[in-house]
Nanobody
């Protein structure tokens, strides 16, 4: 059983930056792909970024949704069992609840069906 706890959300002006953290307990993340998802008001939960497990054979260990490419960066500190999402050049349309997720059966978490474990979510609001 993996427990995921997000932190780092808040209110930021357009063009600003935030860094979200996802701390895991209960199991090492070495064998899980980790993803960040978000759900905006009135919309379905969508994948934002994902990073593959360290033992994955893939050459490119990250996935990004087109809407965040070049602005968001996902990274992992396996020694701390923590995954980060650096969000730069934030836009009002990035406003959502952001969720950390883990799944062991896929290289990337590109949709909710691949997720085994969810965090509780953290609110990100981009407004002036």
């Amino acid at each position: 059983q993996v427990q995921l706890v997000e932190s780092g959300g808040g209110l930021v002006q357009p063009g600003g930056s935030l860094r979200l953290s996802c701390s895991a307990s209960g199991a090492t993340l070495d064998y899980y792909a980790i993803g960040w998802f978000r759900r905006a008001p009135g919309k379905e939960r969508e994948a934002v970024a994902s990073i593959s497990a360290p033992d994955s054979a893939t050459d490119d260990n990250t996935y990004y949704a087109d809407s965040v490419k070049g602005r968001f960066t996902i990274s992992a500190d396996n020694a701390k069992n923590t995954v980060y999402l650096q969000m730069d050049s934030l836009r009002p349309e990035d406003t959502a609840v952001y969720y950390c997720a883990a799944g062991g059966a896929y290289t990337y978490l590109t949709n909710t069906r691949r997720v085994e474990y969810w965090g509780q979510g953290t609110q990100v609001t981009v407004a002036s």
